[in-house]
């Protein structure tokens, strides 16, 4: 079924070739809990950049794993690249997919600041 974002101005817009999630995270550390992230993860090859690369810049910090990237337009980060176990992954920002029902979905709490 699949689905899509954007980040504010729509200048980063993506999509996502997995069925809707009914789960997600959030995470009390240091840069989740400043941003509000609602987060899902899928394996890189179910996303897709379909505009925007041009308007993205990186951000990284603690050990550098994750390449948090964002609009440099209106400053949201819609996703970040990642590694698992299970290879390249994208952890997606649901705040920014808009035909997700943030109160319907299973949320697990991470504690990420005990990282």
Same mark, same amino acid.
């Given at each position: 079924?699949?689905?899509?974002?954007?980040?504010?101005? !729509?200048? /980063?817009?993506?999509? #996502?070739? @997995? +069925?809707?999630? &009914?789960?997600?995270?959030?995470?009390?550390?240091?840069?989740?809990?400043?941003? !509000?992230? /609602?987060?899902?993860? #899928?394996? @890189? +090859?179910?996303? &897709?950049?379909?505009?925007?690369?041009?308007?993205?810049?990186d951000y990284?910090?603690?050990?550098?794993?994750?390449?948090?990237?964002?609009?440099?337009?209106?400053?949201?980060?819609?996703?970040?690249?990642?590694?698992?176990?299970?290879?390249?992954?994208?952890?997606?920002n649901l705040?920014?997919?808009?035909?997700?029902?943030?109160?319907?979905?299973?949320?697990?709490?991470?504690?990420?600041?005990?990282?």
């Amino acid at each position: 079924m699949g689905y899509q974002g954007s980040c504010h101005c !729509g200048a /980063v817009t993506f999509t #996502v070739d @997995a +069925d809707p999630p &009914t789960e997600a995270m959030t995470c009390n550390c240091s840069h989740c809990s400043r941003k !509000g992230f /609602v987060l899902t993860f #899928v394996p @890189a +090859d179910q996303f &897709t950049l379909k505009s925007g690369a041009d308007q993205l810049t990186d951000y990284l910090f603690y050990k550098h794993t994750i390449t948090h990237q964002f609009c440099k337009t209106c400053g949201t980060e819609a996703f970040a690249l990642g590694k698992s176990p299970q290879g390249d992954m994208r952890a997606i920002n649901l705040r920014c997919v808009p035909s997700i029902d943030l109160d319907g979905l299973t949320i697990q709490e991470i504690d990420g600041a005990r990282f």
